[in-house]
Nanobody, 120 residues
Framework: QVQLVESGGDLVQPGGSLRLSCLAS????????IGWFRQAPRKAREEISC????????YYPDSVKGRFTITRDDAKRTVYLQMDRLKPEDTAIYYC?????????????WGLGTQVTVSS
């Protein structure tokens, strides 16, 4: 059974940093691209980062580019999202998901999410 478990969400002040983790089990890590998504109240879900199965390619939308960094450690079955210079508008539930096709395509496995709150 495939499971993705996010962790690392917390309350942080504006300008602060957090590192989220996505621990995967039940799948062959290097066969899957892993994406991070977020959903704030009353807003659509947004893909905010992705890393290819090889780790060579990454994706960031303009809203987080230069502030967020995605990495993967397949030996630890974990994908990380380093978030720096956080803003109140980054407040959301953050999810990771796995795609056997590639970044931004057909995510088939999802975690349950971790809450990130950016507030003073």
């Amino acid at each position: 059974q495939v499971q993705l478990v996010e962790s690392g969400g917390d309350l942080v002040q504006p300008g602060g940093s957090l590192r989220l983790s996505c621990l995967a089990s039940g799948l062959t890590m290097n066969h899957y691209a892993i994406g991070w998504f977020r959903q704030a109240p009353r807003k659509a879900r947004e893909e905010i980062s992705c890393i290819s199965s090889s780790g060579r390619n990454t994706y960031y939308p303009d809203s987080v580019k230069g502030r967020f960094t995605i990495t993967r450690d397949d030996a630890k079955r974990t994908v990380y999202l380093q978030m720096d210079r956080l803003k109140p508008e980054d407040t959301a539930i953050y999810y990771c998901a796995a795609s056997g096709v590639g970044c931004q395509y057909q995510y088939i496995y999802w975690g349950l999410g971790t809450q990130v709150t950016v507030s003073s």
